[in-house]
Every structure is written in C-alpha cells, then in structure tokens.
C-alpha cells in the first residue's frame, strides 16, 4: 500500500525551511528518501530503519516514528539545487518486499 | 564509479515489435532493479534480481520479461506492448537487496509504444 505525502507541492524562497512528511497505515521497517529533478533518475538522500532513529546529510536530515509509522523530511536554508520532486520510499520487512514509492512532494525554490 | 548506464535511451516501438533494455553496472552490486515510471508519478518496483536470481516479481505482465545475465547486466525484454505501456524504465543497483539498501538509478529508457 502507497505511503501517504504532504504537502503535495511547496514553494520556498532560498534559506527558508521546508518539512515534508511520510505516512502509511503498515507496520514498516524501513523509510528511503530519494530526490527526483526534472528529467533526470532519483537519488537517494537517506535510509531510516526500524528503531526510531534520526539521520542527518548536509543541511537536509530526516526523521522516522516507528510507532507511528511517520517519517519527515527536514529541509533547512534550503538552496535552488534543493528544487525537485521527494519521494519517500517504505518498506515492511528486511528483504524489500512490498518496497514502494510515495506520491512525491513538488519542491520549488526561488531567487 | 557509481554509475548505472542504461540504453537505450529512447525506444520507439510497435505492438508487434520485440525489443530489449538493457542496464549495466560495474559497483560490484549484487542487487538490480526495474522500475517503470509514468509522468508525474512515482517509480513503480517491478522486478528485483538479487545474486542474479529473480526474487520479486510484482504481478508484471509476461509481455515483461527480465533477464540477469552476469552480476553487472540486466535486460528486460519487450514483447507485444500496449500503449499504456509507455514509460520512462528506469534500472537501479544496490550492493544487496536486504531492505532495498541505497540504490543507485540509472538515467532511464524513455519508452514509447504506437
């Protein structure tokens, strides 16, 4: 079953912060962050696991509450390479069965 | 080198027509991939080769058939496609597929079906 994203699209002016959350209704195991440009193939951000644990790349880290099977995303002084499509990636067990994509978040940041 | 190369890059084909993908990878991965994505939507998981054996096979039409040759190429042969079918084929490696561990993308086949 597809996790859940919000927002759906969001604008920003360069420096100001973003949070896009991940949602599913499964008990899961593993959440992935990918980044997607226009025209071009994803690539990953991060993997979160079971456990509750928080992760950190640069100025984008990310969250991940097994209890409430929630991840988030967090975007600080965003940058205009930060513009893309996120998508979140959920997992149900350890041998990546059922692994699916979220819808995506629109990311727009502007001058 | 982390790169995942696919080709071609375009595809243009018939309903009628046989015709292959084909993604290679020289990361040493043991894990490979096939998403297949629609514009504006997200990669759909397809296949999932791990150890050059098939391990997942989401419910994909036989007209689909993917092949793992070695440990660095993957193919997917097309056969009697449907317009719906039209997509961009994305191919992706990962050192092993426990937890669909990073997985690196490669730039795609842009796949057209008349």
């Known amino acids: 079953q597809q996790p859940v994203q919000s927002p759906q699209a969001v604008i920003l002016r360069e420096g100001e912060d973003a949070v896009i959350n991940c949602s599913s209704s499964?008990?899961?195991?593993?959440v992935h962050w990918y980044r997607q440009k226009h025209g071009e193939a994803p690539v990953f951000l991060m993997i979160?696991?079971?456990?509750?644990e928080q992760k950190g790349h640069e100025k984008i880290s990310a969250s991940f509450n097994e209890k409430k099977q929630q991840s988030s995303l967090y975007l600080t002084a965003s940058q205009l390479s930060y513009s893309g499509t996120y998508f979140c990636?959920?997992?149900?067990?350890?041998?990546?069965?059922?692994?699916?994509f979220g819808p995506g978040t629109r990311l727009s940041v502007l001058p | 080198d982390t790169e995942v190369t696919q080709t071609p890059k375009h595809l243009v084909m018939g309903m009628t027509n046989k015709k292959s993908l084909k993604c290679e990878q020289h990361m040493g991965h043991r894990a490979m991939y096939w998403y297949k994505q629609k514009a504006k939507k997200p990669p759909e998981l397809m296949f999932v080769y791990s150890y050059e054996k098939l391990s997942i096979n989401e419910s994909v039409p036989s007209r689909f058939s993917p092949e793992c040759p070695n440990s660095s190429l993957l193919n997917l042969h097309l056969h009697a496609l449907q317009p719906e079918d039209s997509a961009l084929y994305l191919c992706?490696?990962?050192?092993?597929?426990?937890?669909?561990?990073?997985?690196?993308f490669g730039p795609g086949t842009r796949l057209l079906v008349l």
């Open positions: 979160l696991l079971k456990g509750g």
């Open positions: 990636g959920t997992g149900v067990d350890n041998y990546g069965q059922n692994f699916v």
């Open positions: 499964k008990a899961l195991y593993s």
């Open positions: 992706a490696s990962s050192q092993v597929s426990r937890r669909m561990e990073t997985q690196y």
